[in-house]
C-alpha cells in the first residue's frame, strides 16, 4: 500500500508514519534525506539537484519528485511506501499523478491550531544530553531542570508560539488544499490526532485496514 501522512506541526504524523512503517513493513520516504542520498549518490537527478542546490536557488518540483520516484523504484518499496513531508502543495500532488506515481491512501492527523501551540510551547529540552520534556505531559522532576545532568531546560526557537503560529499559517496556506485534492479522488481519509498516542495509531490501523 502506497500511503502519504499529512496533518500540521506538531499534529504528529512522523511518529504515526513510523509506526506503520515497523507495522506493515514498508518504509518511510523523508523527502529532504532522499535528495541528499540522490546528490551524494550521482544519481541523474540528484546532479540535476545538486546544481540548484549548490547555486542557493529552491530544488524545481519536478525534480524532486523525479528523485522520489527512483527512490520508489528501489526494492523495498515494492510492497509500498509511506510518504511523510510530500506533498506540500496541490501543485506537487498534481505533478506526483502526472510522473505516474500511484498513491492508495491519504491520513491526514486532524488537531486543532490552539491545542498544536499548547503542546510545542510547552516541550523543554536540555541542550545539553538532549533529552525532552513537556511542563504539562512529561515535566523533569523540578519543572526547571534536566532529570540527568541537572542542566536548566530551554524553550527551542521553533517551540515559540509566535513561531509556531506562523508555521500553522503557512501549513493552512499551501498544504490543507491538498486535502480537498485527495478527498475529491476519494483517497482522503482524517483521524483524530488530540486523542492518546495509543488511540490515534489504533485509528490509523484501522483505516488501513479498512483499505485492504
Do not use: W
Not at 11 to 19: C, I
Not at 82 to 111: H, K
Not at 118 to 130: L, Y
Not at 145 to 173: A, N, W
Amino acid at each position: 500500500m502506497n500511503i502519504i501522512f499529512l496533518g500540521a506541526p506538531g499534529a504528529g504524523k512522523g511518529t504515526q508514519a513510523e509506526k506503520v512503517s515497523a507495522h506493515c513493513g514498508i518504509p518511510t520516504i523523508s523527502t529532504g534525506a532522499i535528495i541528499r542520498t540522490a546528490i551524494k549518490t550521482g544519481t541523474p537527478m540528484g546532479l540535476a539537484a545538486k546544481a540548484y542546490a549548490e547555486s542557493g536557488a529552491l530544488v524545481p518540483d519536478e525534480i524532486v519528485i523525479g528523485i522520489i520516484k527512483e527512490r520508489l523504484a528501489e526494492d523495498d518499496c515494492k510492497k509500498g511506501f509511506i510518504l511523510d513531508g510530500f506533498p506540500r502543495t496541490v501543485v506537487q500532488a498534481e505533478a506526483l499523478d502526472r510522473m505516474g506515481v500511484r498513491i492508495d491512501l491519504v491520513i491526514s492527523i486532524e488537531v486543532r491550531d490552539e491545542v498544536i501551540v499548547d503542546r510545542m510551547s510547552g516541550r523543554r529540552c536540555c541542550e545539553k544530553c538532549g533529552a525532552s520534556y513537556h511542563v504539562k505531559f512529561n515535566p523533569s522532576k523540578d519543572g526547571v531542570t534536566c532529570d540527568k545532568d541537572g542542566t536548566v531546560l530551554s524553550l527551542r526557537k521553533d517551540d515559540k508560539p509566535e513561531v509556531v503560529k506562523e508555521r500553522l499559517e503557512t501549513y493552512h496556506k499551501q498544504t490543507e488544499p491538498i486535502k480537498a485534492y485527495y478527498e475529491a479522488a476519494g483517497k482522503l481519509q482524517t483521524v483524530d490526532g488530540e486523542v492518546s498516542v495509543d488511540d490515534v495509531t489504533a485509528a490509523v490501523y484501522s483505516v488501513i485496514d479498512g483499505i485492504h
